[in-house]
């Protein structure tokens, strides 16, 4: 009841008052309530769907703002995609990735060079570009390509980990936008620094997706089949084995866990969900070149899955929003309140210290206090809780069987199930065998 009135005001008031970055940005912040209550968890998921999915875009479009509004939330999707990627790897697998982007670049130049008139220079076909039906055959395609670089990358660096690792990466990093960069001679295939432009966008029962709206809702979709996916990894055998490796390799490898099918299954999973953002980015762009590939970009993918927290997949969602919210919003809106009240004679404000141009010092201070304060994140990880109950039944159970084989090998006869009744639950917990 409370959260159906606090969303319920919020769109009042935002209805009534007018667009307002604040009311958008608490319609939002109403998901993270939905996390914290003690719904079901089928509830949550279709009360998240009505509200991305109904209430925003439809309160969003009573205003001049409308596109602005699809735009920034596409952009959270697809940078929520990509911190849920980067939280396999880092969070749940504990290898350090600095080069994540290199993935996402994989993704883009993908589907930007054979949609535009890029494939002609070095095609002799001529066919292209191709149309934008097809975009949805490259969509599984671009994540295949960067799943397959993921497991190339995660080859030779199978017995480096820590530090070295994180330069490992951070070199393939550097080596893709390198390659994207001088890739136009002696055969041009990326056009080097000038980029590839007039980038077809996908089309879908012939309606061409040109507004940001559109790519709102695919990126809804894709990004809910994401989350899915990744929740489903996480809690089964793989996702189990994942995190054992982050916690002690080599008590992993002696339980069993191969280590080598485990990273490399990590980065690859990474990589997917990056590799197929990078399609939806560069048709949603129509133009893309090596500056959108930076270090820089991995390292602000690294902060949204730190500010989160590590290994949690709530956390990684808020921490991208977060991020994505401080660059889109709040500076921009910041830097033009203050440059009106300087234009009025208000304030005498210099524009060097703007939001907007301090962004990495004001995130590098975010990120510090979060260090210092709130190391595990704003949404930690969440351990499995297990009924106390089962457990002690467990331990019952085993006792008595342990038992019974002991003296049966003392004996050297064949193994004879016990008569003696099971310990109570006071012997179990001074054997140590307590939950």
Known sequence: MILAVYTAGVLVAWTVTGQSVLWFLLLLASLLFLYYSSLPRKVQWIWAAVVLGVILPLVASTGPAYESYMEVATQMGIYIAMAVGLNIVVGFAGLLDLGFVAFFALGAYTYAIFFSDQANQFLSVHNFPLPGGLFWLFLPLGMFIAGLFGVLLGLPVLRVKGDYLAIVTLGFGEIIRIIFNNLDKPVNITNGAIGISSVQPPELFGVRFTFPHHYYFLVLVLLAAVLYAVHRLENSRIGRAWKAVREDEIAAQAMGVPLVRTKLTAFAAGASFSGIMGVVFAAKQAFIDPTSFTMLESITILVMVILGGMGSLPGAVVGACLVTALNLQLLPQLTNWFNQLAAQGVISFPSALSPSKMQRFLF???????????????????????????????????????????????????????????????SVQKEGMSP
């Open 364 to 426: 590098g201070m975010l990120l510090i206090l979060f260090t210092v304060f709130r190391p595990k994140g704003l949404l930690p990880a969440r351990l499995r809780r297990h009924d106390p109950k089962r457990m002690a039944e467990l331990a019952r159970e085993f006792r008595p069987g342990m038992a019974g084989a002991h003296s049966s090998l003392s004996s050297g006869g064949p193994l004879e199930e016990p008569e003696s009744s099971p310990p109570s639950d006071k």
